[in-house]
């Protein structure tokens, strides 16, 4: 409900733990998402495109259409979880034959646009995200089912536009010079070369995706979204936003559930009107103890920025993401705060705004009307009750409740599934 990072994979931890599901299906993003689980000895999982539901027995994970897989990133995703001792075959794991496939000339294209932004950068992943999205809608993309044929995906590779020349002018000058096939750009043997074992090793997860939805009809499946509300490419914060629709969850959802912190952080380029002060900041990072030194990005390691709860933004993600109810996350972290403020509204040149701006340089420039909360000093990481939470906690929670305008069912108090309190 806000710019990623809210505990998503936690939430479906403790979903997987508490409910009967057969299934956890990904269906956009892609490698830019750091998803997090803490299993119960404290180690952290750190899965990027492979569905959350993986660490868990007898649920099947699908990785469908929407999502962006880099061939590369997900073999050593695939090692890493195979390392770690979780099982990942063909028996948990499925990736739809249309899943769009983002090569190495998407990242290379990234990185030289971010660089010729400068200033402006949108402070991606890198993970070729956006460049993969567009290849998609300019009818370019090479499908899931097309990269594991070395026939489909040769062919593929020879078949790029010329338009692709111009991205690579200097790396196809020096191809050239090495007497490599090049294609418009793109140098085929070299791709052959560098994703042969890519291929082999993906090969055996291709999937049906059609047929895969049609069985899942009569049983559990929990959608997991990545990123967040305010990064979707159509609402959210133009241009500082991923390149998928956040707020569009797939059409048999019966239930969303809203994940949101108890505050707010982002990573990258763009505003936060309610970014703290940093000695604010060093409280929610903890500054000592087993938690310290948390809000670091999963996928990049980059630092978070930390701001108060942001109103104006949970109404916008409850709304638009047509959310049912809420789960909040990590409001252990607001432990030792004397005082806690909520943004209720913005102030633009004088006038105040009680909804999220469309026109993207209003939220660049908006400053947080904010009311204040008395905080709480005990720590809540052990609290499994609503009895076991301060006073001062409840209030909070049913103040982001009616800001919220939704029900917050589950609250978060740490990493681990566990540490969820049912509020029904
Ligand atoms: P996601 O992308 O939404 O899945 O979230 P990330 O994994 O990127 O970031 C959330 C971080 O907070 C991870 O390090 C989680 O282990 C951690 N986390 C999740 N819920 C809680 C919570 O309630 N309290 C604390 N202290 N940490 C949490
Ligand atoms: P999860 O699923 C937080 C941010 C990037 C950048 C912008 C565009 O872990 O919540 P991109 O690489 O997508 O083109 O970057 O979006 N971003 C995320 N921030 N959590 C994520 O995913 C993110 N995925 C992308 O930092 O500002
Ligand atoms: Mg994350």
Known sequence: MQFGDEGKAKVIDYFLITRD???????????????????????????????????????YNAILSGVMVDP?????????????????????????????????????????????????????????ISPTAVSTHARE?????????????????????????????????????????????????KYMEMYEYAMNFLRPFKIDEADFLERMKDKNLLYESAQGALLDVVLGTVPY????????????????????????????????????????????????????????GA???RPRNCGWFDGIIAKFAAREGRVDNVFLTKLDRLSGFPEIKVATAYRYKGDIIKS???????????????????????????????????????????????MMERKITHVSVGPKAEQTIELI
Not at 155 to 178: D, Q, V
Not at 248 to 262: F, H, L, Q, R, W
Not at 376 to 390: H, S
Request: hydrophobic share 30%; net charge neutral.
């Open 21 to 59: 599901y057969d299934a956890v299906a990904r269906y956009h993003g892609g490698g830019n998402a750091g998803h997090t689980q803490v299993d119960r000895h404290g180690n952290e999982v750190i899965t990027h495109i492979i569905p959350s539901g993986i660490r868990k027995k007898g649920v």
């Open 72 to 128: 590369l990133e997900a073999v050593k995703e695939i090692t890493e979880l195979r390392e770690m001792g979780y099982k990942v075959n063909i028996s948990n794991l499925g990736i739809s034959e249309r899943a769009q496939i983002t090569l190495q000339y998407h990242k290379d294209f990234e990185r030289r646009q971010e660089r010729k932004k400068g200033g402006k950068a949108v402070g991606t992943t890198m993970k070729g």
């Open 141 to 189: 993309g090479l499908r899931f089912a097309e990269f594991v044929d070395p026939y489909y995906f040769e062919k593929f590779l020879e078949s790029l536009p010329k338009s692709y020349k111009n991205f690579f002018e200097r790396m196809t000058s020096i191809l050239r010079k090495s007497g490599n096939v090049v294609a418009n750009g793109v140098n085929v043997r």
């Open 241 to 296: 936003v991923t390149a998928s629709e956040t707020c569009n969850p797939p059409a048999d959802t019966d239930k969303i559930i809203g994940v949101s912190k108890a505050y707010i952080t982002r990573v990258g380029g763009g505003n936060l009107p309610t970014r703290m002060e940093l000695e604010e900041e060093k409280i929610i990072r903890g500054v000592r103890g087993e938690t310290a030194g948390a809000e670091f």
């Open 299 to 301: 996928t990049t390691g």
């Open 356 to 402: 999220f701006p469309a026109e993207r340089l209003v939220f660049e420039e908006v400053e947080p009307v904010y009311r204040g909360f008395p905080g709480w000093m005990d720590d809540i990481g052990d609290a499994r009750e609503p009895g076991d939470l301060p006073q001062n906690t409840r209030n909070y929670v049913k103040r982001l409740e009616d």
